[in-house]
């Protein structure tokens, strides 16, 4: 059951206490990321021989383009969407989270 109020309190729990904004790592970090190369990230993605699994919520508010995009190149994936889940899945809806992060396949490598 997704429980979206402890999505809120975990969210304080993290912003608690309060050091402020680091302008210049967030700058750092948009640089780095606006230089990356999408599509030999997904080439190495692509070659990725483990299992994975990505678990998101139906109400998160961020694009879904980027998940949508590694759903499509990872060659073992499953993929959950929690409704009533947004950006914090294990902490809106930890059961599901923790049901879907479990039944990871397993099967053998390709």
Same mark, same amino acid.
């Given at each position: 059951?997704?429980? @979206?109020?402890? /999505? ?8 608690? @206490?309060?050091? %402020? &904004? ?17 599509? =030999?990230? +997904?080439?190495?993605?692509? %070659?990725?021989?483990? @299992?994975?699994?990505?678990?998101? =919520? ?14 499509? &190149?990872? !060659?073992?994936?499953?993929? &959950?969407?929690?409704? =009533?889940? =947004? +950006? ?5 809806? @930890?059961?599901?989270? *923790? /049901? /879907? *992060? ?5 099967? !053998? !490598?390709?």
């Amino acid at each position: 059951m997704a429980r @979206p109020d402890l /999505a809120l309190k975990h969210a304080e729990r993290m912003a608690f @206490p309060w050091r %402020g &904004v680091n302008f210049e790592c967030n700058t750092a970090i948009n640089a780095e990321t606006r230089a990356q190369d999408v599509l =030999g990230l +997904h080439t190495l993605c692509a %070659g990725l021989d483990v @299992p994975v699994a990505i678990v998101d =919520g139906a109400d998160d508010l961020r694009p879904r383009t980027s998940v949508d995009s590694l759903e499509r &190149v990872l !060659p073992r994936v499953s993929r &959950v969407t929690l409704a =009533g889940a =947004g +950006h914090l899945p294990w902490a809106e809806d @930890p059961d599901g989270f *923790a /049901a /879907a *992060a479990l039944d990871v396949p397993t099967a !053998p !490598p390709l």
